[in-house]
């Protein structure tokens, strides 16, 4: 795990070791142990090294045999071992012990086809040096991150924006295209970021970029197949195989020449990766968690549950409404976008303490709500789809008072309700973006408080219409939970969790994420499956649930997905530094200087904030996501203009 950056320049221009020395210093943080460059007339590489396989002779960036091919890369190739054998015997020699070496020897085995070979979490930069070539790689489930911008006729790329910002002030801009996708998906999606100019490789994808022309290709999808064509395998067949590759994707992940821990949130998905690493380790192994103050949020019952059931070696994290506002600046560095909830902070509080025990590498359970429907929407959708078959049965509606108990408590959990909430687009079930209506209606409200000029300046823009033309063209010939998982990957997953609620949050603190149930043999293998065997009646994961029944208590294995939350408004109003920061960056004449935001309407927000009376999650995106645009304009572009005054 690591940074890397680097620049492509036309042939006339030099690149300079200064260059990439400031670039790659702003991923000190990915990289502690060590820095490394390359440069070749017009073309330079720089990386960042955090020591995890081969400490003593792992440094990049490394070559081939005779130096035509040069590779630095962020991430971990975990079928290195395998693949290195099979490369050793087509004649390839091998100076080091490192996972990277196997990617410049594939890439002379294979041509592109190289990445296909690879199982890992990855961003690559690869130059030909006789093709005078630049390839940029990134893992199929967009893991590790890996940005390019266009600075005048050079090609700039790192593992974060802030290494390109380093040398190009003209990107220090925010877009406000994706400052509207943020507000509707909680993300940018495809290749758009918050700044403009600024674009992200895909998951999956590589950018090729010779003889002037670059060219983006996909070698990997997550993709389903038509509705019908499922595996032929039975329930328990489905059971047992899955359990199989699960095992052998912990068993790649827990190599390195490092002590690897693993986080125990006391749900499903971190139990069953615990109960896995506990039968293939016999060392002491170490689990963390965080915990809140706020009985809300927090799982501590569950967390000691599996810690007594496995005797891990635990530390939980505790994390206070007034911690959360405190470290929100130091997060948003990290993020460089906007986001809509506080989720990240106590990750991020987690992985600092995680390395302060000594630990660089941990194993976490993100995905498997993806790859196995484990969320609420995923239900929520399947109701909505039997009840738009009859849309004026009373019972058929009532069935979401199964998903969400609270409704029949609630003034508004009526039929009338019903009809006017989840009843939106309810005929429409062959659209891509059924199960997630909703959810974007309440999270675009956050729009409703962006200025008048900001507004006038997003006419006409539509994110829903952009995301629908990045879907595939067979998308129409999948089930309906297919579809639905599908875009909650592109979405969701990609753009948030597994960025800044994954990656930067871990890397802050020098710490490496692995994700067994991202493991790309899995995701293909689910997306085979029938829907039938993720998302019985109400049960979520029911295949994974079976396939691990054996190795949890009861208590655990039946237990109901709980999302991951953290306090949110009321963090910043606790005192300290996170109040202070409202004040500054909240104030009227801040939003007004910026020019983002109404600044009387976010004035209201916030009175109604400080008061305790912020309503749902509404209120709460909305405070949230504000305040977070204001940090990253505030961190990446407001300083750097006073700076250079």
Known sequence: MCGIAGILAPAAHEVTRSELERMIGTLRHRGPDGFGYYQDGSVGLAHARLSIIDLATGDQPIANEDGSIWTVFNGEIFNYVELRATLEKAGHVFRTSSDTETIVHAYEEYGDDFVRHLNGQFAIALWDRNRRRLLLVR???GIRPLFVHHDGQRLLFGSEIKAILELSPRARRLDLHGLAQVFTFWATVGERTAFEGVRSVPPGCMLSVENGRETLSRYWSWSYP??????????????????????????LQLRADVPVGAYLSGGLDSSIIVSLIRQLSN???????????DGEFDESEYQQTMVRHLGTDHTAVRCSHRDIGAAFARLIEHTETPIVRTGPVPLMLLSGHVRNSGFKV?????????????????KEAQIRRFWARQPGSQWR?????????YLRHSPVGTGVYAQSFFGQGLADVGSPFYAHVQRWLTTSRLQAFLSGEAKAQLAGVKPEEELAAMLPADIGSWSGLSRDQYVEAQTLLFGYLLSSQGDRVAMANSVEGRVPFLDHRLIEFANKLPPSYKLRGLTEKAVLRKAVRDLLPPTIVNRVKQPYRAPDSRSFFAGGEGEALV?????AERLRDAGYFDSAMVGRLVDKCRAGRAIGFADNMAFVGILSSMLVHD????????ASA
């Open 139 to 141: 893992d199929r489930a």
């Open 226 to 251: 038509p509705a019908g064509e499922y595996s032929r395998a039975s329930f328990a067949e489905a059971a047992e195989e899955l359990r199989a590759l699960l095992a052998d994707a912990v068993r």
């Open 283 to 293: 060392v002491s192994l170490r689990t963390f968690s965080v915990c809140f103050d």
């Open 362 to 378: 941990v194993l976490t359970g993100e995905g498997a709500d993806e790859v196995f429907a484990g969320y609420d929407l995923f």
């Open 397 to 405: 509606s009532r069935l979401l008072d199964r998903l969400y108990p």
């Open 583 to 587: 004040e500054d960056l909240l104030s």
């Open 635 to 642: 961190v990446f572009v407001r300083r750097a203009v006073l």
